[in-house]
């Protein structure tokens, strides 16, 4: 599972080093941009996957709070008593913002930690091509059921494990068009794979948003799912080009037990993930609560047109794929001088401008009632950097320093990080009413800056205990 996390990144190390010149021992031919033509498929298959997530993740919350949650529509959604009678019992009594907070919180925490059993499944059972349509399917039909008031639990159950089996094995189908000594050229297909991640990221949220403004929230949910179906029909139009990725594993290395160092490296990288976890709760708020805040304290009205709230979903992939250039040339510019910071620093980096993107919000909060529409914007803008920092940086440091024998189970592991961080996040949004707007961002803030203060404190221990790079 090399990459992804909110959107896509290289799965190599990302920094001022990566996209060398291709080596002439890659044995594929090169038909996609350069890269083996079935690249093309699960790239597009994975641009239509994410446009429907996001999409319907960004109306998820503000369609619960302000639609489905209240009476007249929750005694239609089948097992919902039972099901709020559960959640109450481990979590207390909730308001009506808390609950959609609360369930917010489980399904995408519950996303990020399926890809997990359905690479298991697929590696040992049905395979990843059979997973992957298996997955498809399902989160078609969870999207469609989201379109009806009755089948909405339904909904998030298909779509949490449809992309159980999806998610992480159309990833590693991206590494197995690879040979193992072509480094480069994997980097390169999870770059352009990255593409497809961030397209769907951003128009998401535009389109199903406007749909939803104006013809209403089902509109948009059934607009995902229509999209749904169009990754599927892609990825069986590639179905024959793809084929399954062998695991590869010397019996030696298989056999052969960890050493005292590799035990040292490992439990460097859980802390590292560890400390991940308080930029991400900072981080992902923006597409919980984050929604709620703006739509209830935001002026929205731009020029006589009303922007849909969904919208702003869409404004830190973006940032994200502007930000990619201007980053790698700021590395760059730095390694020329001896000055690029290490794999630590920049998580720890990213930890710091998640924390100065909600001290906007607090500023915001501070000095009027109704918050100028630019401030959101900066905040997600800043979040979205904020990412840039620490999420491939975190990745191509565990794909870089993971023990071979456990690499696969610690990338499976860093996902791991973010369901941790989004069950907390539907935890916190509970606390959104209980207290002041101020006050709930620079809880996120000084969260933040919690995880930034960890990476520098403990920065020489986990160096020192990190391989080389």
Same mark, same amino acid.
Request: aromatic share 12%.
């Given at each position: ?19 060398? $010149? ?15 033509? @079935? ?25 619960? !709070? ?18 709020? +009678? ?29 890809? =997990? ?5 697929? +590696? ?7 997973? #992957? ?16 008031? =009755?089948?909405?639990? *339904? ?26 000594? +072509? !480094? ?19 128009? /998401?949220?535009? $389109? ?10 089902? @509109? ?6 229509? *999209? ?42 859980? $802390? ?22 703006? +739509? ?10 009303? =922007? ?13 794929? #502007? /930000? ?29 401008? @998640? ?6 919000? =607090? ?10 529409? $630019? ?9 979205? #950097? @904020? ?11 565990? !794909? ?19 369901? #941790? ?12 009413? &209980? ?24 920065? &020489? ?9």
């Amino acid at each position: 599972m090399p990459f992804d996390a909110r959107r896509g990144a290289a799965g190599g190390r990302m920094s001022s080093l990566d996209g060398g $010149v291709p080596p002439p021992s890659s044995v594929h031919e090169r038909t996609f941009l350069g890269e083996p033509r @079935a690249l093309a498929y699960l790239a597009f298959t994975e641009a239509w996957e994410r446009f429907s997530y996001y999409g319907m993740t960004a109306l998820l919350v503000l369609y619960m !709070s302000q639609a489905l949650l209240l009476p007249g529509h929750v005694e239609h959604v089948a097992g919902f008593r039972a099901f709020r +009678d559960g959640l109450t019992s481990v979590f207390g009594p909730m308001s009506t913002l808390a609950l959609a907070s609360q369930i917010f919180g489980l399904y995408t925490g519950f996303v990020y930690f399926t890809p =997990v059993l359905g690479g298991w499944i697929a +590696d040992r059972w049905i395979g990843q091509r059979s997973a #992957v349509v298996l997955g498809a399917v399902l989160m078609s039909a969870g999207h469609i059921a989201m379109a009806f008031d =009755v089948s909405f639990l *339904l909904a998030l159950l298909l779509l949490i494990v449809g992309c159980g089996f999806l998610k992480g094995n159309i990833s590693t189908q991206v590494g197995g068009l690879y040979s193992e000594n +072509d !480094s480069a050229g994997r980097t390169r297909g999870f770059s352009i794979f990255s593409i497809g991640i961030n397209f769907g990221a951003v128009a /998401g949220p535009l $389109v199903c948003g406007l749909l939803a403004q104006l013809y209403g929230w089902h @509109a948009g949910f059934g607009l995902a799912g229509i *999209l749904m179906l169009i990754g599927l029909a892609t990825y069986l139009a590639g179905y024959r080009e793809l084929s399954e990725s062998k695991r590869v594993a010397a019996a030696k290395v298989a056999a052969a037990a960890l050493d005292r160092a590799q035990w040292r490296t490992v439990a460097a990288l859980l $802390v590292v993930m560890a400390i991940t976890i308080f930029q991400s709760i900072a981080y992902y708020q923006n597409s919980n609560v984050g929604l709620v805040w703006i +739509d209830g304290s935001v002026d929205l009205d731009l020029l006589r047109f009303h =922007v849909p709230v969904a919208w702003f979903n869409s404004i830190d992939p973006l940032a994200s794929i #502007v /930000g990619v250039p201007c980053l790698f040339a700021l590395w760059r510019y730095q390694a020329a001088r001896g000055g690029e910071p290490g794999e630590i620093v920049k998580i720890g980096t990213g930890a710091w401008l @998640a924390c100065g993107a909600n001290l906007l919000l =607090v500023a915001g909060c501070a000095f009027t009632n109704r918050v100028p529409l $630019v401030v959101p914007v900066l905040y997600n803008v800043l979040l979205g #950097v @904020a990412f840039l920092y620490y999420w491939p940086t975190l990745l191509a440091l565990v !794909s870089r320093a993971a023990p071979p024998r456990l690499r696969a189970t610690m990338m499976g592991t860093v996902f791991l990080s973010l369901f #941790v961080a989004n069950i907390t996040i539907g935890w916190l949004g509970g606390f959104f009413e &209980r207290m002041t707007a101020l006050q709930f961002w620079a809880l996120h803030a000084a969260i933040a800056a919690a995880g930034g203060t960890l990476a520098l404190w403990l920065k &020489r221990r986990l160096e020192g205990a990190l391989p080389a790079a």
